[in-house]
Nanobody, 123 residues
Framework: VQLQASGGGLVQDGGSLRLSCSVS????????MAWFRQAPGKEREFVAV????????WYSDSVKGRFTVSRDNAKDTVWLQMNSLKPADTAVYYC?????????????????WGQGTQVTVSS
């Protein structure tokens, strides 16, 4: 399984970006698909997840109400729509995938990772 993230860039405070993550391999619909981010000097942190069941999406408190995660199983793609961006959102954003039933928000539970895409929000 290979993940390819794209869509990052430089945006002003209050702006929007849409990240994409395309997945190659089998059984995309069986994977929990998540987004994480890592700012300079900080640990990688959970942002959002779209579980394979599709019954509920989860967000970190810092992005809830501003970010939306979506997926299309026919296109093997997951997106992260980011609105009302703030300088504090500046980080490298990673998409990740897992197939087991472990907790959705933990970095160490994900076995497949994209290469990361840089998001920079200027004040």
């Amino acid at each position: 399984v290979q993940l390819q993230a794209s869509g990052g860039g430089l945006v002003q405070d209050g702006g929007s970006l849409r990240l994409s993550c395309s997945v190659s391999g089998r059984n995309f619909r069986a994977y929990d698909m998540a987004w994480f981010r890592q700012a300079p000097g900080k640990e990688r942190e959970f942002v959002a997840v779209f579980p394979w069941r599709g019954d509920k999406k989860w967000y970190s408190d810092s992005v809830k109400g501003r970010f939306t995660v979506s997926r299309d199983n026919a296109k093997d793609t997951v997106w992260l729509q980011m609105n009302s961006l703030k300088p504090a959102d500046t980080a490298v954003y990673y998409c990740a995938a897992k197939m087991d039933s472990s907790p959705l928000y933990r970095v160490s539970n994900y076995e497949y990772w994209g290469q990361g895409t840089q998001v920079t929000v200027s004040s």
